[in-house]
Each structure stands twice: as structure tokens, then as C-alpha cells.
């Protein structure tokens, strides 16, 4: 308790000093609402609505909320959605299915290891299907509301909802931009991004990316291409019609990186592949479409109303470390690994809908922000995993063709076994619907109150024979006082539930996980917004986690139970004499909160054992310098840090992840508005670091120094 509340002062007084820091931050006017000023010199402001926010302006929201622009992506040459949520503050890499998707944990609580994490897109599920990792070309910016969001978005982890606003089409103007960029291990990427106006009402914009690339990892390789067209259409004044497509190809290795021995990280080189070359990378391809409604009714009131299917694919091979004990050979040899082959065919289907008004109510003295709407999803999964598993093994027994093993030390490829066992072959469809309402009322200028609810209708049906309903009703309750202009204080309370998916020993469905969550923080905007901050506590529990059953070997039971604390602060500015900041800080205590058994090995839990992955602390900073040259053109230089302390690898075993600190340096040249030069260092000083890990045969190595090159050009 003494730790939690030292850590609870620094924090606050962290979070008061950024508060303080008569600096800049992006302007918050760009995430909601487009500013334009008018012949008077006034500023108007024509407002843009969102999905599951209404007309709130996000700066009078009780919750903490942050933002990272697709600029700022590009200028550290970001081309990954895990790598940009690595500037974040409270998210952490989670197990990412041997780099096949995206997985994350907000404030400590992951969701489903099962499926890549539920990241919205244009608030439609973005993490539904096997799509692989996500390509940032298209992102607009990504917007992470962190805390309760159960009241409105509905399934989902309670420490947060990642939306990402994909860059659509606009009738301003025509306008275009590519780049090339190439670095470190034969990495080759073009994008490209050509807005048309076609008419004062119409346009066209075409969004695309090629990348190839190598890899610090030994015969490793990918390749991917990106393509996401989109489509504004505004038939009258009131009415904007807008459609998007994705459409994406890539292939890419299945690696679960790394591996401990005797329980030591570095034993061998991080750059190993204890794979099979010969298995080739996995095939993914996502063929999707988003349309979407704004309808201005007047009054303040306005309609959103949007489609979304999306079909994903997902096959190859892998072999990978067994984790079984008495199959693995490496702890008896000391230099034998054994591993399974696998083969996997996975195909998914998911549709959903949407529709929601939003508008402004006066009762008395009061205004009413009134949000009412539902939405509607199907999810198909279609699944068949074929495997090879290796001979239990006997100490002192020779190696063969049937513990399929790699000398770790000096490995020798070529053993491919037939996947000849059947291990998953099922079809599960997973049907949602939910109501949801919001009013947030303006007390006066400066007291705002939220309160909200949903009502959840979840069906699954697997052809096993499991067929069962879940309802759920999950509401949230918000406050927010203005104690100036720029600094207000909010408080916020929520419930929220994710189902559990597969059955129990009995043949009957998981209940959910359900959880509750409280958040109190302290908000800055500068009145020229030329700084925005933040600092938030937060307090979360969980219940109905998926644990071992310990009657019942094989089989799983919803019965544990966790809790997430912690604090967050998070600061952008611009300073004189052209130097820009970013920084964020994280103190996150995740832990379970009762005895259970590890589903996967059957390992013990006890109550106050770390949630895998977490680091208690970790932060970035950035800090860039702008020199303008007057008619040479203007010169940027920069660097930054990424830190975090240890973290659990491995649920129930006494196994950690090292803690790192990285160091990036960028510069860049611009000659003209047009033409940008650049150069990005990743990792400068080649630290040796783990992103993640499952197991400790299961561990992510993270990348070593990288430089990439780039240019940009515009027209």
C-alpha cells in the first residue's frame, strides 16, 4: 500500500508539473470539429459527428482521452498499428500469435488471447477476423478512450476502446502525395495517396501501400500491399454519403521469436529462427467495406447510420516450440528443441450496423447532449488446425525423426512432419445486438454530468452442439467540473462484459467476463490550444476470467478474477523557438485477485501475481527542433525515448522480461512545402530487448537498430 500511494503522489505531482508547462499540444478542434474563420476574422466551427459521441466536444468528456495523428506516424515513419500504439500511455504488447495480428492490454486488461484485440475502425470492429498486422497508410488518427466505455460501445475490455479514423475522401480539393522509403534489412515501401474532386459535392480518393521486407530474424521475410479507396458523395446540404474498401495481401512468416533456457534470455542469438524455413510465410488477405450516413436534421440534431462486412483469410504452416514437459526434449538435452508443426486454415465473415441520433434537448436552464442508437453484428469463424505433435520423451533417449527437434546451438532445417491430426475443425457464429443511450447535461457553463446506459443480446452457436445467449446490461455515470477555462476535473464509474468463448466440462457455454471500472483525472487546454494534458487514476476489476479446471483436466472454467490500478499523464506541446514535446507516463499494477490454475498449463496463480506482459512503469518522450533556413528550406532534428520496467513472461512461473530503454534520433530536410527528406533511428544504441512473450520458449525479440530513409512529395 505504501508503494501504490508513493507511486500515486509522483504521479499527480508529475501530472500537476505537466499541467503547469506553458507549452503547445495538437489542436483538439482537428479531432471533432473543423475550425474556419470567416470574413470577420471569427472563428466557425462546422462540426463533424462521430460514432458513439454525439455532439460532446472531446474536451468536456469525463474520461481520458488520447490522441495520435497520422503526421506525427508518418514523420517517425510508423507503418504499424503496434508500433504506433507503442506511444501510448497504459498499453502494452501482448501475445501476438507469432506476428500474425495486433494484441494489446489497456491499463493492464487484455482481451481474448484467442483473436487479435478489438480495435474499432471508424468505430466498426476492426480486430474481427484474421487480418493480420494492421498497416497504418490510411490512418487518419487514432483516437484511445481510455476508462469505462461499456455503456456505449459495448463488448469489450474495460481498460479502454482503440478507434482509428481512416483518411476518406473530402471535396475540398484535389490533392495528392507518395513516398518511398527503404532501411535496415532490405526494407522497401512505396505509399501513395491521391484525394480528386470531382465535384463541389463529390470526390474520389485512392489510399495505398507496397511494403517488402527482410529481417533480423534468419530467413525471414514479408511482403504486403494495401489498398483502401474511398468515396464522398453529399447529394444536398444536410446529406453526406461516404463508402470505403480494404482490400490487403500480405505474407508473412509465423515466428514465435525467441527462447529462454533455463529460464537465462541470450543464451543464443536473438536473431535465430527455430522455425522451418521451408514452411514459407503464412497467406493473408482481407477484402472489406465500410458506407456510412450523416444526416443533419436541423436543430442540432443529426443521424449516423453505417454498414460494415469485412471477410478475412489466414493459412500456412508453423513450427513452433512444444511447451508440454514431457514432450519437450531441451530441458533433458540441453540442446534439443522439439516442436510441433502445424497447419491452419482459418476463414471468417463478420457484418454490422449501425444507426444513432444525437442532438441537443433544453429543459429549463439545463441543455441536454442526447445520444441514442443501436447496432447490430454477425460473426462467422470458420476454423481447421491440423497438427504434428512431437513423442513424449524419456531423459537419456536419442533424438529422432519423432521429437521433430532443432539443436538450438547449431540448427539444421529440413524437417517438415505431416499434419496429419485434426486439432480444431468448427464453424461458430456469433450474432449481437445492443440499444444504448447517453445524456450529457450542462448544468451550467462549467458542470457537466453523463449518464448512460446498453443493453447487450449475445447468441453463439459452435457445431459442436453449443448454442447459448448472454444479456447484458451495462451503464456508466460521468462528471466533469471546468475550474477555468483550461483546467477541469472529471470523475467516471462503468460496467462492461466481454463472453468467454468454448464450453466447460459439462458442455455448457462460459458466463462472461464482467468488470467494473472508476477513473478521476485532471485536464489542461490552453486557450490558443498550444498545449494539452492530462493526468488520470483509475481503478479496475475483473471477473469471470478463463482459468483451469481443477476437476476436470483439459477443460477450463470462468471462475478467476483480477484488478488494475494506476496512473496515467500524458502531455503535447510546442514550444518557442520551434522545439515540439510529447511525453506520457504509465504506472499500471495489474494483478490477480484469487487462487486459480493457468488454462494453458495448469500452473498455479496466486493472489498478487502480475498480469503477463505488464510493466509497472513506462513512458516515451519526444522532443523535435525546427530550423527554418529561410529560402534553403526548413530543417528538423529530433530523438526521443521508450521505456519499460520488467514484465511477467510467463503466467504462473517465475519467469521475467527484461526491463529496456530505447533511443530514436530523426532528422529531416524540407527544400520546399512540397519536398521532404528524412532520416529515422530506431533502437540507436542496438540494445538487446523483448517486445513480449507467452512462454518462455514463446518470446518476441525486439527489433535491433534500424535506419530507414525516406522521401515525401506532395502536390
Partial sequence: MTRWKSALNIALATGCAMIAFPAFAEEEAAVAEAATADPAGDIVVSGKREQYRGDVPLKEVPQSVQQIDGKMLADLNITRLDTALDLASGIARQNNFGGLWD???????????????????????????????????????????????????GRGEPGGTVNIITKKAKTDDTFGSFAISGGSYDTYRIEGDFNLKLADNLAVRLNGAAQEADSFRDYLYSRKKVLTPSVLFKPTDTTTLTYEMEVVDQYVFFDRGTIAVDGKLGVVPRSRFFGEPGDGPNHITVFGHQAQLEQDLGGDWVVLAGFNYRKTTFNGYSSDAELSGSRQTLEETGNYLSRQRRYRDYDTDYMAARAEISGKIYTGPFTHHVLIGADWDKFDIDTLSMRFRP???????????????????????????????????????????????????????????????????????????????????????????????????????????????????????????????????????????????????????????????????????????ARSRGIEADLNAKLPLGFTLYATYAYTDAQWTKSALDPAFGLTINPGDPLINIPKHAGNLLVTKEFDAGNVGVFTVGGGVNAASKRLGETGYDFWLPGYTLVRAMASYKPTEQMKFSLDVTNLFDKTWYAASYHRYWVTPGTPRTITLRADFSF
Avoid at 104 to 119: K, L, M, Q, Y
Fill in 391 to 561: 513423442a513424449a520423451y524419456t531423459a537419456g533417449s536419442p533424438i529422432t525423426a519423432a521429437n521433430n527437434a532443432i539443436n538450438i546451438y547449431d540448427p539444421v532445417y529440413g524437417q517438415q512432419p505431416t499434419t496429419a491430426s485434426i486439432v480444431q475443425d468448427t464453424y461458430e457464429t456469433q450474432k449481437a445486438w445492443g440499444v444504448y443511450f447517453q445524456d450529457q447535461i450542462d448544468v451550467t457553463d462549467h458542470f457537466k454530468i453523463r449518464g448512460g446506459g446498453r443493453f447487450d443480446h449475445f447468441h453463439q452457436t459452435i457445431d459442436n452442439g453449443v448454442d447459448t445467449t448472454k444479456t447484458r446490461f451495462s451503464p456508466s455515470v460521468g462528471a466533469l467540473y471546468e475550474i477555468t477555462d483550461t483546467l477541469s476535473i472529471y470523475s467516471s464509474y462503468g460496467t462492461g462484459f466481454r463472453p468467454n468463448s468454448g464450453i466447460d466440462a459439462n458442455g455448457n457455454a462460459f458466463g462472461p467476463e464482467t468488470s467494473k471500472s472508476y477513473e478521476a483525472g485532471l485536464r489542461f487546454v490552453s486557450p490558443d490550444n498550444a498545449i494539452t494534458s492530462s493526468v488520470a487514476v483509475y481503478h479496475m476489476t475483473k471477473n469471470g476470467v478463463l482459468t483451469a479446471d481443477p476437476l476436470n483436466a483439459g477443460f477450463s472454467l470462468a471462475g478467476g478474477k
Fill in 103 to 153: 494484441a494489446f492490454a489497456i491499463r493492464g486488461f487484455a482481451g481474448d488471447e484467442n483473436f487479435p484485440s478489438g480495435f474499432l475502425v471508424n468505430g466498426f470492429n476492426g480486430g474481427r477476423g484474421y487480418g493480420g498486422p494492421r498497416d497504418a497508410s490510411n490512418i487518419e488518427r487514432i483516437d484511445i478512450l481510455k476508462g469505462p466505455n461499456g455503456a456505449v460501445f
